[in-house]
Every structure is written in structure tokens, then in C-alpha cells.
């Protein structure tokens, strides 16, 4: 197969942006064998399908280094988005799809977006039977359309109910702490065990070329000590698996990391010895400079929910510091674009905006460039989704994961000689330009149509589950949730008196 695009536009290793035009890039198998001008291509592979017109920019696959995939956004199943420790309450009850189904659909927005890549992290429950059969079928789902998985499994051991749960249940009313306890004294060992055994299994059958398994322990502060040393060592025994963590997502995050550890949640998971080059830490907003320093210096991860972050009401991770201090940055959408429809492009030109407020200064702080924004959702995607040095760029060697965009609506009806492509893409590009797919050396969309994927009948098949609505156990623990709400704002409001923001960005002023 031969890839040819008008130009073929990549972010390089160097941080700048690589344009060139009228090159190809031919694929054996699953994997590029070389790149070139078009026509020096064709005449060296005579008889080989062309795939693009010549008219298009060829891209590599971007990538999704962190959704939990829900194919049906909230929006969708009417789930309003707040503050996250608002929102935990009714994410618990929301409607669920059947697991092959969510994540078919999850699947289907991604490649419709130009996704050849996406991190599913897993939201169990500690000591659900049925976490590891939800898994395999989830990530059936998705290999059934042809993407290429990241999948973590994860849990929470602690926490469930609340940050520092068992000293919350003191504050409810008695008839509600009654009824709360079962979901605040949990087995945390037993917890741990079955996880264990459900990410063995899961690796066993499914980690391989086009699927990785890794670790995803929910939360930080939902994880024990020894939850977390015990996934550690065993990532390092299985040769350096990515440890994904949701890890300083909002100012109670950390308020609780000061009242529990006395420090950073980073810092304590320093303690354990998790920070390295395979720790993954997800939104990463309350960071502070010693916590970007360390990250950086051990070339640990961060993924980037700029969009979600917004809607969630967290905050903006200070992504501009992060990167001056040499820290590696991959672009998450978190399942909450904001689009709400998975548009990767959107995403990047999110990052592109929301980054360029980091200093006031006509000199000192220069705008992230295209190609840094690019970085983020193509080759720092590699990593934290299992697959360091094998995707990310089109690269002779590399898996041949690549994008054909339509150029006519993002530049009709003119650009003018001389003008920055990139910036073109970043300010004018959308998921809907994407007109072609190749994952692995295998079309999975078309001229914009899904070949891996009857989504006529996936949407019916949604419509079907969504017809039965809410299970009867979702409402009665819904009920339940809301009881305790009051107590729970309560609880977290006493916190954020206590914790101190000094913010990296600045925005406005009072005076």
C-alpha cells in the first residue's frame, strides 16, 4: 500500500514541524517501509494500491492517551458536568451500555476523528465479580473496529465513598451512616487480590501487537500503599509496563494530599517509588514547580485534558511550565471534548488557545508553536498507550498508522503563498476533514465511511440498550447519593479553607 498526500506534515523529534510535499509513504504489513516523493514510490512499487489523491495532507494516526470510553457521552445520558467531587455522584449512576457496545461506539467516534490510538482506562468497582469479563469484553469491542488499544484495568481499594472516607462517615447522620458503611469498610486486600488476578488474566489473553495491557489504579488517593508498590513491582517485572493514575485533578485533591501525607501526592508517590519514565499521571492541574521538576527529571508522563478540565470545573494544568521544564506531555480527551464528539483537532486547538495565557510579556513567554500542540496528540501519545518507539510519527520502522485530511473546507477559498500550514490545521482543521484511516496497514475508514463497522446498525443496537434506561439498583443508589450530598459538599468544603493556590497562569486583575 502506498499513502500519498499533497503533503505529508508531521511533528518532528526536534520539536519542529516537518512539511513535505508531494511525499508518500509505503507500507508492508503493518509497517511503513519507506517514504519518499510519490512518484520515486510508485515506480519502485508498480501495482500496489494507492490510497489518497494527491490532494490531501497525510498525517500520522493521532492519539487518545486517556478516555475511559464512554461511546454515549453525559451529555448524551443526561448527566449534567460539575466540579468532579460534585459530579463522582451521579457518574456512579449513570446509564451504562453493554460493554462490547460502549466501546464499539467509543471506537467509532475516535476513527471518524483521525484516532488510530486510544488509552481506555477502566473504572471498576474494588470486589466486582465482574470486572475482569467487563474488561475482555470492552476490549473485544474496540479491537473488533480495527483501533489500536491501550487498556488499563482500575480500581479503587480506598476512598470509595469520599477522600478520607472513614472520617467522613462520622459527619452523617446516623440512619446514613448505617447505610453507608458497607460501601466505607471494603476489604482492601481482598480488593487488591482480585485485581491482581483480573490484570493477569486480561494480560495473558489479550497483550500483544495491537492491544497492550498496563496498570491503571483509579486514584492516587484511592489507592493503598501497598495497592501501589504491589502494581509497581510487578510492572517492573513485566519489563516496564505504563502505570496510569489520576493524580491532582482538583484543589481537594490536594487538600488531601497536605492533610494525609504532609506533601504533594506526587511526592508521596516518590516515597513509594513510583516516579519514573512508566508513571502516567492523568490531568495533573495542582501540580506545583517541585512536582514539575521532579516529573521532569525522571522523565515521567502527564496526559492533558485541556477540554475537560474546562467542564469539569478543575482548572488549567500549568502545561506551558511543564513543557519549559522538559516535561512529557501527551493530549488525553477524558471522554468530555469540547465538542462532545471526540474531535481531536478541536482538542489540539483547545491546548493551542488555552496555552498562550502562561506570562504577560511581549517577549518572555513565546506562544506554544503548531508542532509542540501536534507532539502532544502524535509521537508523546507512544508511550503511555503501551507502544513507545512503535507509533506517533510516520517514520520508516513505525507502524503504519496514518491520517488523509481533506484540505478543500480548511483552506478555500485560498491560503496565501507562504502561509504556516500548521498553524492552518491548528486553527481551521476538523475531525470531519479526516477522509481516510489506515491502522496497521489496513483501511479502517474510506472516503469518510467506516469499513471495519456497520454503524447503521451500532447506532440501533444503542438505541435498543438505551430504550431500557436506568436499572432499578442505579436509582435506589442514585437515591442514596443525593442523601448524603449536603454532607458531602460540606466535608470538601472544610478542606479548600485550608489549601493555598498560587497560580502559574494570570488572566485578569483586581486592581
Not at 68 to 77: E, N, P
Not at 150 to 158: T, Y
Not at 420 to 428: H, T
Amino acid at each position: 500500500m502506498i499513502l500519498r498526500g499533497k503533503y505529508l506534515m508531521q511533528a518532528a523529534a526536534d520539536g519542529s514541524m516537518e512539511l513535505r510535499e508531494g511525499w508518500a509513504v509505503y507500507c508492508e504489513g503493518d509497517t511503513i517501509r519507506a517514504m519518499g516523493p510519490y512518484e520515486e514510490l510508485a515506480a519502485a512499487h508498480p501495482g500496489e494500491e494507492v490510497v489518497g489523491d494527491g490532494t490531501q495532507l497525510l498525517m500520522p494516526g493521532l492519539i487518545d492517551s486517556h478516555t475511559h470510553g464512554a461511546g454515549l457521552s453525559y451529555v448524551q445520558r443526561g448527566v449534567t458536568l460539575d466540579y468532579l467531587e460534585n459530579a463522582l455522584l451521579k457518574f456512579a449512576t449513570a446509564f451504562q451500555l453493554k460493554p462490547e457496545t460502549t466501546a464499539a461506539l467509543n471506537a467509532a467516534r475516535h476513527i471518524r476523528n483521525g484516532c488510530t490510538t486510544l488509552h481506555h482506562n477502566e473504572s471498576g468497582a474494588a470486589l466486582d465479580p465482574n470486572l475482569r469479563a467487563n474488561c475482555a469484553e470492552k476490549i473485544k469491542g474496540y479491537l473488533s473496529t480495527g483501533i489500536r488499544l491501550g487498556f488499563s484495568p482500575g480500581i479503587r481499594n480506598k476512598n470509595v465513598l469520599a477522600y478520607d472516607d472513614r472520617e467522613f462517615l462520622k459527619t452523617l447522620p446516623p440512619e446514613l451512616q448505617k447505610e453507608a458503611e458497607g460501601r466505607v469498610y471494603i476489604d482492601q486486600e481482598r480488593a487488591v487480590e482480585e485485581y491482581m488476578e483480573a490484570f493477569e488474566s486480561l494480560y495473558e489473553e489479550f497483550n500483544g501487537p495491537r492491544a497492550r495491557i498496563f496498570f491503571g489504579p483509579n486514584w492516587v488517593q484511592g489507592s493503598t500503599d501497598q495497592f501501589l508498590t504491589r502494581v509497581k513491582r510487578r510492572a517492573d517485572e513485566l519489563g516496564g509496563l505504563p502505570i496510569h493514575l489520576h493524580c491532582l485533578q482538583t484543589p481537594v485533591q490536594k487538600a488531601f494530599g497536605m492533610r494525609a501525607y504532609g506533601k504533594s501526592l506526587v511526592g508521596h508517590l516518590d516515597d513509594l517509588g513510583l516516579v519514573d519514565k512508566n508513571l502516567v499521571l492523568g490531568h495533573a492541574v495542582y501540580l506545583n514547580e517541585e512536582d514539575i521538576r521532579l516529573m521532569a527529571e525522571r522523565d515521567a508522563y502527564i496526559t492533558h485534558h485541556a477540554s475537560c478540565n474546562l467542564i469539569m470545573r478543575d482548572g488549567i494544568a500549568p502545561v506551558y511550565q511543564m513543557l519549559a521544564a522538559g516535561m512529557n506531555v501527551a493530549m488525553g480527551l477524558d471522554e468530555k471534548s469540547i465538542n462532545d464528539d471526540e474531535d481531536v483537532f478541536m482538542e489540539m486547538r483547545m491546548i493551542y488557545f488555552l496555552h498562550r495565557h502562561a506570562d504577560i510579556s511581549l517577549t518572555r513567554c513565546p506562544a506554544l508553536t503548531p508542532a509542540r500542540v501536534l507532539d502532544m496528540a502524535t509521537r508523546k501519545g507512544a508511550r503511555p498507550t503501551g507502544f513507545e518507539n512503535e507509533i506517533g510519527a510516520l517514520e520508516v520502522g513505525k507502524k503504519a498508522d496514518a491520517i488523509l485530511v481533506d484540505m478543500t473546507e480548511m483552506t478555500e477559498p485560498c491560503i496565501l503563498p507562504g502561509t504556516d500550514l500548521g498553524e492552518v490545521v491548528l486553527r481551521r482543521a476538523l475531525g470531519r476533514h479526516v477522509d481516510t484511516v489506515v491502522i496497521g496497514g489496513k483501511k479502517v475508514m474510506e472516503h469518510r465511511k467506516l469499513l471495519t463497522i456497520d454503524l447503521e446498525a451500532l447506532y440501533e443496537e444503542v438505541r435498543q440498550q438505551a430504550a431500557a434506561g436506568r436499572t432499578a439498583a442505579q436509582l435506589e443508589n442514585e437515591a442514596f447519593l443525593e442523601k448524603i450530598r449536603p454532607y458531602y459538599q460540606a466535608w470538601y468544603e472544610g478542606w479548600l479553607k485550608e489549601v493555598k493556590l498560587e497560580p502559574f497562569y494570570l488572566f485578569n486583575s483586581r486592581r
